[in-house]
Each structure stands twice: as structure tokens, then as C-alpha cells.
């Protein structure tokens, strides 16, 4: 079981990105995922969340204050990837950016902003936004 982050560079404020987390060993888009960053000195934070494919549900997003409207989160089937689509970009989204899974198959509708309750991590990738 791996999560692979990438996408992350140095943008200008207003620019955009695409950040893309690949599971490898497991079907990532159908397990429940959350996107996090942490800057440098401060805790790991909340982006959004995901929640996995059941029989009656099907990946419902959930987003922090601080990045909806913004961010975007959406799934891959094709390539077995999530994507955090990042929008508006400020130098306050400076940040090493995570995805994360419980490996919890068929978990029931409703993902966690709350980072304990994840499992597996990638080894994140940096997002820069210079003013």
C-alpha cells in the first residue's frame, strides 16, 4: 500500500495547480481520502476530504473554510489518482500538501477533516505561492 503525491511547485498568487495523490497496491478512489498541508511551524491542517464509493454514495466532498470555492477535489478511476485542483492560489497556501487514506472499504458515506484518523500517508509535495 503506497500514496504517491506530486503536482507541487512555485506559483504566483492567483495562479493554480493540480496536486495528484496515486495509490499504488489498492483501488484509491474507492477508499475515503483527506488532502492536508502543514507549514512549516504550524500543525497539519484540513483541506477537504473525500469519501469512498458505496452502494448509495459516491464520493461527496468536503472542504476547509479557508480553501472552498477554491480547491477541488475529484476522483480518478481511470489511473487509480485524486486530485486536489487548487485555484486562486495565496502565499498563505504555502505548504507541504498530503493525501491519506484509512484503507476502510466500503466505510459508508461521510469522509474526516481530522487527520488522526488516517492511517496511510504520502510523503507530500511542496506547494510555494509567492506574493
Known amino acids: 500500500v503506497q500514496l504517491v503525491e506530486s503536482g507541487g511547485g512555485l506559483v504566483q498568487t492567483g495562479g493554480s495547480l493540480i496536486l495528484t495523490c496515486a495509490g499504488s497496491g489498492f483501488h484509491l478512489p474507492y477508499y475515503r481520502v483527506g488532502w492536508f498541508r502543514q507549514a512549516p511551524g504550524k500543525e497539519r491542517e484540513a483541506v477537504g476530504c473525500?469519501?469512498?464509493?458505496?452502494?448509495?454514495?459516491?464520493?461527496?466532498?468536503l472542504y476547509s473554510d479557508s480553501v472552498k470555492s477554491r480547491f477541488t477535489i475529484s476522483k480518478d478511476y481511470t489511473d487509480n489518482t485524486l486530485h486536489l485542483q487548487a485555484n486562486g492560489l495565496k502565499p498563505e497556501d504555502t505548504a507541504v500538501y498530503y493525501c491519506?487514506?484509512?484503507?476502510?472499504?466500503?466505510?459508508?458515506?461521510?469522509?474526516?477533516?481530522?487527520?488522526?484518523?488516517?492511517?496511510?500517508w504520502g510523503q507530500g509535495t511542496q506547494v510555494t505561492v509567492s506574493s
Open positions: 473525500i469519501d469512498g464509493d458505496g452502494r448509495e454514495y459516491r464520493g461527496v466532498p
Open positions: 491519506a487514506t484509512d484503507l476502510v472499504l466500503n466505510a459508508g458515506p461521510g469522509c474526516y477533516m481530522n487527520p488522526r484518523k488516517y492511517d496511510y
